[in-house]
């Protein structure tokens, strides 16, 4: 049973790092995790694998949102995805290893493993690598029950979270009902053997999640950006993964 830590429930989780777009800090960027350390909040991130399969810290399938680059990020290496920049900024695209060479331990880090398909196994892989490899604290979590159920079997020692939501009245054109109803019900994804469960602030409260934190599992409330959504969290969550504001510690 792998150890999720009291940073889970005690250190609020900066969303894709403490980005503000209005200062020219975007998400998921360097400058994003550098003013988080300097604060002193843990860390959320999101990988996507690429064409070499390393995992690089970025959210979109696709480029366009964040850069001046079209295509998908799994068609380019790694090399070649820390070359682009992200729009308007400095910062390049970097890697699940450059994020942990600059965190080094001083605060914890949460790794969304964006992985939509059933094709498990080589961006967890890859994550389970450095994670095991890197000395600080750190859990990955994600929608995807499968690629739990992959560090489940895999990498039992790394703390695991499953990400849910209430999609049964949400009309989404890549998610049919069934899926969307399966997400939205967490008894219905035992084979990923959360150690935790991260939970849409707008769908709270909710039984699955409340049952969930009742037995035992730290409850993370995502994505909390105002203050009805904090009151929320405290009413129904352990913890936060905000952006937006800067959530006290302590």
């Not at 994003?32 to 399969?53: K, M, N, P, R, S």
């Not at 060479?101 to 398909?117: A, S, Y």
């Not at 990400?163 to 990923?192: E, G, I």
């Not at 009742?214 to 994505?223: D, F, M, Q």
Request: charge should be neutral; glycine fraction near 6%; charged fraction near 20%.
């Amino acid at each position: 049973m792998p150890k999720t830590g009291p940073w889970l429930k005690q250190l609020p989780i900066a969303h894709r790092g403490l980005h503000a777009s209005d200062k020219g800090v975007l998400e998921n960027s360097m400058s994003a995790f550098e003013a988080a350390l300097a604060c002193g909040y843990a860390i959320e991130l999101d990988v996507q694998v690429t064409q070499d399969g390393d995992a690089v810290v970025f959210h979109d399938e696709r480029l366009e949102r964040m850069t001046d680059t079209v295509g998908k990020v799994r068609r380019r290496t790694s090399e070649e995805l820390s070359t682009i920049a992200l729009s308007g900024t400095n910062d390049c695209i970097p890697t699940l290893q450059a994020v942990f060479d600059l965190v080094r331990g001083q605060v914890p880090i949460l790794v969304e493993i964006k992985n939509p398909t059933r094709k498990i196994g080589k961006l967890e892989s890859r994550v389970a690598e450095l994670v095991s490899a890197y000395g600080g604290d750190a859990a990955v979590q994600s929608f995807n029950p499968l690629s739990l159920q992959w560090f489940h079997k895999n990498a039992p020692s790394i703390a695991r979270g499953l990400l849910a939501s209430d999609y049964r009245n949400v009309t989404q054109v890549n998610m049919s009902r069934r899926a969307r109803f399966v997400m939205s019900n967490l008894l219905l994804s035992p084979l990923s053997r959360p150690n935790f469960i991260g939970y849409d602030v707008d769908a709270l409260p909710a039984f699955a999640p409340a049952l969930m934190r009742k037995v035992g599992l730290p409850l993370l409330a995502w994505t909390v950006r105002t203050d009805a959504q904090r009151q929320t969290s405290a009413r129904h969550a352990d913890n936060i993964i905000f952006e937006g504001f800067e959530a006290p510690i302590g």
